[in-house]
């Protein structure tokens, strides 16, 4: 027979401990923007919703055959009034991969950046070509 063993928490405490400590105590929520792929005939695109980022704060690059996708951005505000310090910070960021397919041409790949959507063009070819590089946003 295995042994049961009860605990006791006074009532006014369950509830506090039920629920997900970690996320009640993590200093930073992780942020992870929403993402929509589609492919037609010529090519694959990549959508990200980035609100109120602008295109300085993307970074993209191609590794291998991995399309990075990332960004780190940074606040810090201070104010002092009537003897009083106000300081805050936050601090952001997110990192999206995706592996190419054979037939993507990663020398021709677009990105656009438009009301805080990233949009990705990643055109179809015959060959199965990989370079490293840095593509910039228009």
Do not use: H
Not at 46 to 73: C, R, V, Y
Request: charged fraction near 30%; glycine fraction near 2%; aromatic fraction near 10%.
């Amino acid at each position: 027979m295995i042994p049961i063993k009860r605990s006791y928490k006074p009532v006014y405490m369950s509830n506090f401990f039920n629920n997900d400590l970690d996320s009640f105590f993590a200093p930073a929520r992780t942020y992870r923007p929403a993402v929509n792929v589609k492919e037609d005939e010529k090519a694959y695109n990549i959508e990200l919703a980035l609100p109120g980022m602008s295109k300085e704060d993307i970074k993209i690059e191609i590794e291998k055959e991995i399309l990075m996708i990332s960004s780190e951005t940074k606040e810090s505000r201070e104010k002092s009034q009537n003897g009083y310090n106000l300081r805050e910070f936050g601090y952001q960021s997110f990192c999206r991969n995706f592996t190419l397919p054979d037939n993507a041409e990663s020398e021709k790949i677009n990105a656009s950046f438009k009301n805080g959507i990233l949009n990705v063009e990643i055109p179809k070819s015959k060959e199965d070509v990989k370079l490293n590089r840095v593509i910039k946003i228009s």
